[in-house]
């Protein structure tokens, strides 16, 4: 991935994680009420989950923001997004009527508001960019003037060695 293309991903996948984070922080009862929407975590961890999640996301955006730990925050953000697009498609798949809470809000809407092709594909543009992120960290404009390829290579040399 070029540098330059890099830098766009990096900046998109951060702003899109910061918004969605700082969005959701004001009313903990609406990011409660999306995450018991989806029918999927026992109710002992719907608060920590709707409590941590932005706290993740403002967490990994800031990092791509600034450029720094790029290639962990890119897999973090990787994560996220497949588990939201599993949320999502978990959903749609079982006739649920919610608003996704990704930008706040959430919680069950009337029958024909949602938006869940729209969700997916959003989701799945963002995994496709984390992921390139996660294989290509390198950027301009990043704080950080390192890739993380040096651990790889470390981790790699390293299988090596244990094999002879």
Do not use: N
């Given at each position: 991935?070029?540098?330059?293309?890099?830098?766009?991903?990096?900046?998109?996948?951060?702003?899109?994680?910061?918004?969605?984070?700082?969005?959701?922080?004001?009313?903990?009862?609406?990011?409660?009420?999306?995450?018991?929407?989806?029918?999927?975590?026992?109710?002992?961890l719907?608060?920590?989950?709707?409590?941590?999640?932005?706290?993740?996301?403002?967490?990994?955006?800031?990092?791509?923001?600034?450029?720094?730990?790029?290639?962990?925050?890119?897999?973090?953000?990787?994560?996220?997004?497949?588990?939201?697009?599993?949320?999502?498609?978990?959903?749609?798949?079982?006739?649920?009527?919610?608003?996704?809470?990704?930008?706040?809000?959430?919680?069950?809407?009337?029958?024909?508001?949602?938006?869940?092709?729209?969700?997916?594909?959003?989701?799945?543009?963002?995994?496709?960019?984390?992921?390139?992120?996660?294989r290509?960290?390198r950027?301009?404009?990043?704080?950080?003037?390192?890739?993380?390829?040096?651990?790889?290579?470390?981790?790699?040399?390293?299988?090596?060695t244990?094999?002879?």
């Amino acid at each position: 991935m070029a540098p330059w293309s890099a830098t766009v991903a990096r900046l998109v996948l951060g702003v899109v994680l910061v918004v969605a984070g700082v969005l959701k922080i004001p009313d903990p009862a609406a990011a409660e009420r999306a995450v018991r929407a989806y029918r999927l975590l026992p109710e002992g961890l719907v608060a920590p989950v709707a409590f941590g999640l932005p706290v993740l996301e403002i967490a990994a955006g800031l990092a791509l923001l600034a450029g720094v730990f790029v290639r962990t925050a890119a897999l973090a953000s990787a994560v996220l997004m497949a588990v939201f697009l599993v949320g999502v498609g978990s959903a749609w798949a079982r006739g649920l009527q919610i608003d996704c809470g990704c930008f706040g809000g959430g919680g069950e809407v009337a029958p024909g508001e949602t938006a869940y092709p729209a969700e997916i594909a959003r989701d799945t543009a963002l995994l496709l960019a984390a992921l390139a992120l996660a294989r290509w960290p390198r950027s301009r404009l990043a704080l950080g003037g390192r890739d993380d390829s040096h651990v790889v290579a470390a981790s790699r040399g390293s299988e090596l060695t244990d094999a002879r």
